[in-house]
Nanobody, 126 residues
Framework: QVQLVQSGGGLVQAGGSLRLSCTAS????????MGWFRQGPGKEREFVAA????????YYADSVKGRFTISRDNAKYTVYLQMNSLKPEDTAVYYC???????????????????WGQGTQVTVSS
């Protein structure tokens, strides 16, 4: 079982940057792909980005491609989401999550992730 604790987030003006961190405890972090999701006001949770177990592959939602970067440091049991050129529509609660299984492909469905961080609010003002 992997426990995930998030940090970062907050309030930023449009065009600004924030970095989210997600640190794992427990066994097995380095074995699993990791993902970031978000849930905006009145919206369903949506996929943001994913990274393979070794950091060699990444995948992004079209809405954040070119602005957000997912990375991981397995020595620190941490995955990051660097968010640049933020827009008001990026306002949401952001969640990190661990894939249920080790796999080579990256998945976007939240049902394929079974360990979730506590969530952190990101608010982008216009």
């Amino acid at each position: 079982q992997v426990q995930l604790v998030q940090s970062g987030g907050g309030l930023v003006q449009a065009g600004g940057s924030l970095r989210l961190s997600c640190t794992a405890s427990g066994r097995g972090f380095n074995n699993y792909p990791m993902g970031w999701f978000r849930q905006g006001p009145g919206k369903e949770r949506e996929f943001v980005a994913a990274i393979s177990w070794d950091g060699g592959s990444t995948y992004y939602a079209d809405s954040v491609k070119g602005r957000f970067t997912i990375s991981r440091d397995n020595a620190k049991y941490t995955v990051y989401l660097q968010m640049n050129s933020l827009k008001p529509e990026d306002t949401a609660v952001y969640y990190c999550a661990a894939d249920k299984i080790w796999r080579r492909t990256l998945v976007t469905a939240d049902s394929e992730y079974d360990n979730w961080g506590q969530g952190t609010q990101v608010t982008v003002s216009s």
